[in-house]
């Protein structure tokens, strides 16, 4: 994932179609030469783990044939027709359920404002705002547009329309209040106007790898202050690569989330467009030349409020070896923000303390090489809180945040599993 790309190719394959399996068999030679394709262009390479990539494809299309079978059965048991039908209504139900939750908005804006119009803004570490107006009609239609968002960047935080439809659909589905699972008719009601050549429309060639995840993280935050829903979260995956020409690692670290109109932000926590999980310190030590020297909670980085944000995260890596080091971050000069009164989540930091005691600052987005002895030390965002804590009455207290955790991970896990045999 280099932080530094400003084409599509510096991203490693790129394919528009392929067959990946013909007549029952898996194209592999096809395949292979996609994934070696990239080694063609200056400064690039083709895949460095084939059997892995190829591996993975394998069990892709394994899962596909699973579902392909379970479909099977279920027109086998209730007839085709019946089956049709259903995923009709479940779209219609979708539908349904955020039509219902937009007129419900619609008819409190224009109680309060005079209009049923929300816009919203926010800006990108460089400076480019995304820029959101949602019109919200009587019938509970809607179009989100994002005329006066910036210009595509000369860089990878480019988000193509498919990642800006993703963040619309998550964000409608965590709104509405009914239990309705995750399909296409929640888009239904919804119109989106997206100005070419922007940030949020880039040309086929433009670097995307940040806006998948990174820039989708900030749509997120700008749909829900247009809403008006939260404060926002950490805003960022805080994107952590390491490796030589022998190994290769990848992270993203948790923060803060944002506060809302009756919870308080969970502290260390990956929130909205993002669900990986991080490996373990075990692990992590054992394959890869790092050691894990610290990784707890960033006390008070979560903005104050009636409800406050999650705290962001401390975590700090001690390399074995010479290696390369890439950073691909965001919130690290505009803070998540605080809503309806609360406070600003504290910013994160990237920092690199060298074995022979120097300090550096590296930004948002960076390549550095490493040395045997190097500390790399990140502190992620927390997130805003939420309503002004001068309004909570003398007679009531927040409520307080958990002092203790579920344990939780493998090694938790392989316990328990010891314990019960």
């Known amino acids: 994932m280099p932080p530094d790309s400003e084409h599509l190719w510096q991203e490693g394959m790129c394919v528009k179609s ?49 579902g392909i079978a379970l479909v099977k059965a279920l027109i086998d048991e209730y007839g085709l027709a019946t089956v049709q039908a259903y995923m009709k209504h479940i779209q219609e139900n979708a539908a349904v359920a955020v039509r219902d939750m937009l007129k419900e908005i619609a008819a409190k804006a224009k109680v309060t404002t005079g209009h049923t119009s929300l816009e919203a803004v926010d800006y990108m570490d460089d400076g480019t705002p995304i820029k959101l107006r949602v019109e919200i009609t009587e019938e509970g239609d809607a179009c989100f547009d994002f005329t006066g968002t910036g210009a595509r960047v000369h860089g990878n935080c480019n988000a193509p329309r498919a990642v800006v439809l993703s963040a619309i659909i998550y964000c409608l589905r965590c ?5 309705i699972p995750l399909n296409q008719g929640c888009l239904s009601p919804i119109r989106v106007v997206i100005p070419t050549e922007s940030l949020l429309h880039p040309t086929e060639d433009s670097a995307v790898v940040g806006g998948n995840v990174l820039t989708s993280q900030r749509l997120v935050d700008v749909v829900f202050r247009a809403f008006g829903a ?137 390549t550095v090489q490493v040395l045997p002895g190097d500390i790399f030390h990140l502190e ?42």
């Open 380 to 421: 992620t965002p927390g997130g805003g809180g939420y309503g002004n804590p001068s309004d909570m009455p003398e007679s009531s207290t927040q409520v307080p945040r958990p002092s203790q955790y579920a344990p939780k991970g493998s090694l938790h896990t392989y316990k328990l599993t010891q314990e019960s045999s």
């Open 18 to 66: 392929f067959k990946l399996v013909e007549k029952g068999i898996f194209q592999e030679s096809g395949v292979t030469e996609l994934l070696m394709a990239p080694a063609k262009y200056p400064g690039c390479s083709g895949t460095r783990n084939l059997h892995d990539n190829l591996s993975d494809l394998r069990a892709q299309v394994a899962a596909n044939h699973k």
């Open 175 to 179: 709104m509405v209040a009914h239990d």
């Open 230 to 366: 939260c404060a926002a979260s950490q805003g960022c995956m805080n994107n952590t690569t390491f490796g030589d020409a022998t190994v290769g690692y990848y992270e993203t670290v948790a923060g803060g989330a944002g506060a809302g109109p009756s919870w308080h932000g969970r502290s260390g926590v990956h929130t909205h467009m993002t669900n990986t999980r991080i490996t373990d310190p075990e692990i992590l030590e054992r394959r890869y030349p790092a050691i894990l020297k610290s990784f707890q909670l960033r006390e008070g980085t979560g903005g104050r409020g009636l409800y406050n944000g999650g705290d962001g995260v401390v975590r700090e890596m001690v390399f074995r070896r010479p290696m390369t080091l890439s950073l691909m971050s965001e919130r690290r000069v505009y803070a998540p923000y605080g809503l309806n009164g609360g406070c600003d989540g504290a910013k994160g930091m990237n920092v690199l303390m060298t074995a022979a005691g120097e300090e550096r600052n590296l930004w948002s987005k960076a």
